[in-house]
């Protein structure tokens, strides 16, 4: 295997973490992992430098990037990020992982993902407008409904997707309501399209916790994150009856053993942009959230939280992984001999593109869905495919993340082989 010369040599990167788990799944694929290279070249990978004028007359650099993992399957789709820490590698792993989730839900999507390196929390509502319209134009020749379509992620929302489609459609003189998803709904959006990600998790852990012979009613849950999939997830675990006794974001870490009131911290964290000082549960340290006795736990943060040294700690029997590649390789093997079940990312968090896929379908018929319809067919296709995983990992005998890619390569490179290699 060639190695990218843009690629470091850091193990536990989430560009490392994504090569690994397509080797574990090469073995089952038979001749289409003939094709297995497809899986470890991105496309395409856009690097923009955006200039912004700040709110006090000084200007600064912000480096963004989108990158296409794979179009086999059709036009890239994914997320973009605002962070600190965004890199070229980690949004080759989050496209690449697009790639798997749409194949795995059987979306006609390839993988594709953006992101700037930046703290959005540190800009105004102007500054933030300003950088996102010129990121919009800089990736402008990359994007387009039939080409690529961005949607929320971390530390972005409806208002920024808003911004990048009117800058597109600008750019373009055509108002394009289908070059980003999860906009605002009187420009487009789809009812339901907030709540997929999190509606998504409950879902499908509802489906696996019935397999597993685990009730919800006061089954213990653990958060981390508490941002757009974490919050919702948590909302819908409490209404099914389960007590979330921890939640953990960026400023603090949350307990409380009979249950923390999950619709006071949603708007809590709503007023104070965080979860910090809440008074209806007790601060513990940011360790204790791994070491909490609780039967799901959910990562709802960024990648790489599960390390080895925390897998041999977790104390529940089912983790649903909200975030994308929150678990590392060793992890994961350390989890299966611990017979710690784990619903993976590319189908445990996919309610989001799935409602986006809603979303462009119905921006392009210009004929919108009842939330019941919306919200009837995301569980449908997410039971479904929690469905076909879980009969692939009895087939195979192989974890639910190494079905899952088993079934989403297998779509991949089937289409890969089909298209042949000299368009
Ligand atoms: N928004 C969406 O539709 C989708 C999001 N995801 C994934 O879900 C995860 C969360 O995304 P969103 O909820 O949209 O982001 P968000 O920006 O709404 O929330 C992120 C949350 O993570 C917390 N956080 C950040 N750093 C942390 C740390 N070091 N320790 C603990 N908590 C920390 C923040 O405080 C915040 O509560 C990401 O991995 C994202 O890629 C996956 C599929 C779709
Ligand atoms: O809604 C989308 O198109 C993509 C959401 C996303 O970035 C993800 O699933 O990680």
Not at 50 to 59: A, C, K, Q
Not at 76 to 84: D, E, S
Not at 167 to 196: D, E, F, Q, Y
């Amino acid at each position: 295997m060639a190695s990218l010369s843009y690629v470091s040599d850091e193990v536990n990167s989430p560009w490392a973490t994504y090569l690994s788990q397509v080797e574990r799944v090469l073995p089952y694929l038979g001749e289409l992992s003939r094709w297995a290279d497809t899986l470890r070249h991105p496309k395409r990978a856009l690097i923009v430098d955006i200039p912004l004028e700040m709110d006090d007359g000084s200007v600064r650099h912000f480096e963004g990037f989108r990158v296409q993992h794979n179009l086999s399957r059709g036009p890239g789709k994914g997320g973009v990020r605002y962070h600190p820490d965004v890199n070229l590698e980690e949004v080759m792993a989050l496209s690449a992982w697009m790639t798997v989730k749409c194949a795995a839900l059987n979306l006609p999507f390839g993988g594709a993902k953006g992101g700037i390196r930046v703290d959005p929390r540190e800009l105004s509502v102007k500054e933030l407008e300003r950088l996102t319209r010129r990121y919009t134009s800089e990736i402008g020749s990359l994007i387009g409904p039939q080409q690529d379509i961005p949607a929320p992620d971390v530390g972005t929302n409806a208002q920024v997707m808003a911004w990048m489609m009117d800058t597109w459609s600008m750019n373009v003189g055509a108002t394009t309501t289908g070059v980003v998803t999860g906009k605002p709904i009187h420009l487009g959006g789809s009812l339901g399209r907030v709540k997929a990600t999190g509606r998504g998790v409950f879902v499908t852990g509802r489906a696996m916790a019935l397999r597993m012979g685990l009730p919800l009613e006061n089954c213990r849950v653990a958060v981390q994150g508490f941002g757009n999939v974490g919050s919702v997830s948590a909302e819908l675990f409490t209404e099914a009856g389960a007590k979330v006794i921890c939640v953990q974001d960026h400023s603090a870490t949350l307990f409380n053993a009979n249950g923390i009131a999950i619709p006071a911290l949603i708007e809590w964290q709503k007023q104070h942009g965080s979860i910090a000082n809440f008074r209806g549960a007790t601060a513990v340290s940011n360790e204790a959230f791994w070491e909490q006795g609780c039967d799901i736990l959910i990562p709802a943060a960024l990648e790489g939280q599960i390390t080895a040294e925390r897998a041999r700690k977790l104390m529940c029997s089912l983790v649903l992984e909200g975030a994308n590649g929150p678990t590392l390789p060793a992890a994961d093997d350390i989890l299966r001999d611990r017979d710690i079940t784990v619903v993976p990312d590319v189908i445990c968090n996919a309610g989001g593109v799935t409602v986006s896929y809603f979303e462009w379908v119905q921006d392009f018929s210009s004929f919108f869905w009842s939330e019941d319809e919306i919200n009837a067919r995301l569980d449908n296709i997410m039971e479904q495919a929690l469905g076909s995983v879980w009969l692939k990992a009895q087939s195979l005998k192989v974890t639910l993340r190494t079905a899952a890619y088993a079934v989403a390569c297998e779509r991949i490179l089937t289409a890969r082989k089909e298209r042949g290699l000299y368009p």
